[in-house]
């Protein structure tokens, strides 16, 4: 006879054992620069770099498009070399994250927002015939050749 309350049946397993471990499937060390995720990392890096000196290197006629920009490429140019750190410093490993869903979602992200910023680089390079003061009567456009010739560099 069982004691009263009790049960026939075994407790259940604790559901702890059953889960394995996320595993990292990107290599760390030097070895993340062979992959496709390493390479894309570094041309980000590289391309952000470069519209970060080109837009600099504008006068910023407008401020509040070209401002987003120079945010975007900046933080970008920030957070990916982070992220290529985490994986040449072998940190990855020590960190229990789905690595190849934040993988996924960085290289997202950053698509999405350089996207955008690439919207706002080539509409302030669209106006580049428009006149800078509306009511002067002198015709100085917003872009001057040389800025026009970066601002498309930037946008590409």
Do not use: C
């Amino acid at each position: 006879m069982l004691p009263r309350g009790a049960s026939s049946m075994p407790p259940p397993p604790n559901p702890a054992p059953y889960f394995p471990p996320s595993r990292v499937t990107l290599p760390s060390g030097l070895e993340i620069l062979r992959t496709f995720s390493g390479a894309v990392i570094f041309l980000e890096i590289l391309f952000g770099t470069i519209v970060w000196i080109l837009v600099a290197s504008t006068r910023v006629p407008l401020p509040l498009l070209q401002g987003w920009v120079m945010f975007v490429a900046v933080t970008a140019w920030f957070l990916s070399i982070v992220f290529l750190s985490v994986f040449l410093l072998g940190y990855a490993n020590r960190i229990a994250v789905n690595w190849n869903q934040a993988d996924f979602i960085f290289h997202g992200a950053t698509f999405v927002f350089y996207f955008g910023a690439f919207l706002l680089q080539a509409a302030t390079t669209s106006l580049h015939h428009f006149p800078r003061k509306f009511n002067s009567t002198t015709q100085e456009s917003i872009l001057s050749g040389r800025e026009y010739n970066i601002s498309i560099a930037a946008s590409v």
